[in-house]
């Protein structure tokens, strides 16, 4: 079977599935019998190009960046400039879609979920240019950080609520978004940000990030004449990965590798590297859990990345080999940072930055008419205090 005939039965292989009290299965039902038939309907593919083009500014540039390619040495480097998308993140081209889907379905209210903040921003916009009202949970932990986006968030008149329990990050507000939905599925839709939860969210999610992948294989065939050699991209949860590999699933002469937050000697979020298969949030795939099951506590510098879990299919791909996973660390992730700033003049945020210094790495051992594509998922205006804080 190939991988881009997956899930199969709402799984990836033995990941995923719907792992979710009873009282969500009708709203999952709902959801993807929406899905199903709105995929389908050029009305609403059309309706959604619009948005994605004229509000969203798809598509985003391919970027042959010529001074990290010198810098790094070896293969010629593109990056796939997702930062200038509307709300500075890829965060946009699931919001946007699952926005719409939800108000094809009826539905008045949006609630997500969000780490660094990005996700936030994009569902506040969605919500703003649609007309829906937004709530937004987020830990305590990240609303101290990521306070520039704290901030548009609430401009763009979405309520966020503060999470204080457990470790006040992305996971627990995930937990308090679920509980919030399973007492309001009749009026509400859960927008979940990244390819996690159960099915069929990281279909619905892979799916709508797909643009990505989509793009850098037409835009490099119109620069290059062919596919790219080796895709890089960060991964938290694994939305903006899964979105540029997904469409290369098939190409097996194109490498696939992600890169996961290393963090530092007091811990990381590398699920894929490190983490034992277990159920989280609705799915099973590989986790960060202790020998009872318990989900231990993450780190990364990068709240987007400070998860203790990632996207069933991503476990898939490490299963059978399509693609590698490795760690990039605090210190390597701001060094790229610093490094992309001095030599394209681009400020990234601290998520890509880990797959940038992934990138240039891997480039440096290939061969100079080989081409390597970064996925620079976010800009980084929301992370220069962290960065400042650090440097100084």
Same mark, same amino acid.
């Given at each position: 079977?190939?991988?881009?005939?997956?899930?199969?039965?709402?799984?990836?292989?033995?990941? =995923?599935?719907?792992?979710?009290?009873?009282?969500?299965?009708?709203?999952?039902?709902?959801?993807?019998?929406?899905?199903?038939?709105?995929?389908?309907?050029?009305?609403?593919?059309?309706?959604?190009?619009?948005?994605?083009?004229?509000?969203?500014?798809?598509?985003?540039?391919?970027?042959?960046?010529?001074?990290?390619?010198?810098?790094?040495?070896?293969?010629?480097?593109?990056?796939?400039?997702?930062?200038?998308?509307?709300?500075?993140?890829?965060?946009?081209?699931?919001?946007?879609?699952?926005?719409?889907?939800?108000?094809?379905?009826?539905?008045?209210?949006?609630?997500?979920?969000?780490?660094?903040?990005?996700?936030?921003?994009?569902?506040?916009?969605?919500?703003?240019?649609?007309?829906?009202?937004?709530?937004?949970?987020?830990?305590?932990?990240?609303?101290?950080?990521?306070?520039?986006?704290?901030?548009?968030?609430?401009?763009?008149?979405?309520?966020?609520?503060?999470?204080?329990?457990?470790?006040?990050?992305?996971?627990?507000?995930?937990?308090?978004?679920?509980?919030?939905?399973?007492?309001?599925?009749?009026?509400?839709?859960?927008?979940?940000?990244?390819?996690?939860?159960?099915?069929?969210?990281?279909?619905?999610?892979?799916?709508?990030?797909?643009?990505?992948?989509?793009?850098?294989?037409?835009?490099?065939?119109?620069?290059?004449?062919?596919?790219?050699?080796?895709?890089?991209?960060?991964?938290?949860?694994?939305?903006?990965?899964?979105?540029?590999?997904?469409?290369?699933?098939?190409?097996?002469?194109?490498?696939?590798?992600?890169?996961?937050?290393?963090?530092?000697?007091?811990?990381?979020?590398?699920?894929?590297?490190?983490?034992?298969?277990?159920?989280?949030?609705?799915?099973?795939?590989?986790?960060?859990?202790?020998? =009872?099951?318990?989900?231990?506590?993450?780190?990364?510098?990068?709240?987007?990345?400070?998860?203790?879990?990632?996207?069933?299919?991503?476990?898939?791909?490490?299963?059978?080999?399509?693609?590698?996973?490795?760690?990039?660390?605090?210190?390597?992730?701001?060094?790229?940072?610093?490094?992309?700033?001095?030599?394209?003049?681009?400020?990234?945020?601290?998520?890509?930055?880990?797959?940038?210094?992934?990138?240039?790495?891997?480039?440096?051992?290939?061969?100079?008419?080989?081409?390597?594509?970064?996925?620079?998922?976010?800009? =980084?205006?929301?992370?220069?205090?962290?960065?400042?804080?650090?440097?100084?």
């Amino acid at each position: 079977m190939k991988l881009s005939q997956y899930p199969k039965s709402g799984k990836f292989g033995t990941f =995923g599935g719907r792992y979710v009290p009873e009282i969500l299965y009708p709203a999952l039902e709902e959801l993807e019998r929406a899905y199903e038939e709105y995929k389908a309907n050029g009305d609403f593919e059309e309706e959604l190009r619009t948005y994605n083009r004229d509000y969203g500014g798809r598509p985003s540039p391919l970027y042959y960046a010529e001074r990290l390619t010198e810098a790094a040495g070896g293969a010629r480097i593109y990056l796939k400039r997702e930062d200038l998308i509307h709300g500075g993140a890829h965060k946009f081209n699931n919001v946007m879609g699952q926005a719409l889907l939800a108000k094809k379905m009826g539905k008045s209210r949006l609630i997500c979920e969000t780490g660094a903040g990005q996700h936030g921003v994009a569902t506040s916009l969605a919500g703003a240019v649609l007309g829906l009202d937004t709530e937004v949970y987020m830990g305590k932990i990240d609303v101290e950080r990521q306070k520039p986006n704290v901030f548009r968030m609430e401009l763009l008149g979405a309520e966020v609520h503060t999470v204080k329990a457990g470790s006040k990050t992305l996971k627990d507000a995930i937990n308090e978004a679920l509980r919030d939905w399973s007492g309001n599925v009749n009026d509400t839709h859960y927008l979940i940000g990244s390819v996690v939860g159960p099915h069929p969210y990281p279909m619905i999610v892979r799916d709508f990030q797909s643009v990505i992948g989509n793009e850098i294989k037409n835009q490099l065939e119109k620069k290059e004449g062919n596919l790219p050699d080796h895709l890089v991209a960060c991964v938290g949860g694994g939305s903006n990965a899964m979105g540029t590999f997904y469409p290369f699933a098939d190409d097996d002469e194109v490498k696939l590798t992600g890169v996961e937050a290393g963090g530092n000697d007091t811990g990381n979020a590398a699920s894929l590297s490190e983490g034992t298969e277990g159920v989280l949030h609705g799915a099973r795939s590989y986790l960060l859990q202790d020998d =009872g099951g318990q989900i231990t506590e993450t780190h990364s510098i990068s709240a987007g990345l400070d998860y203790p879990g990632v996207g069933p299919e991503h476990a898939l791909y490490k299963e059978v080999d399509r693609a590698n996973y490795i760690q990039a660390s605090d210190e390597e992730a701001l060094a790229a940072f610093k490094s992309l700033a001095r030599v394209e003049g681009i400020i990234p945020a601290l998520e890509p930055a880990h797959a940038v210094h992934a990138g240039m790495d891997i480039a440096s051992t290939m061969k100079p008419e080989e081409i390597l594509v970064i996925t620079l998922s976010g800009r =980084g205006d929301k992370d220069l205090d962290t960065v400042r804080e650090r440097l100084t």
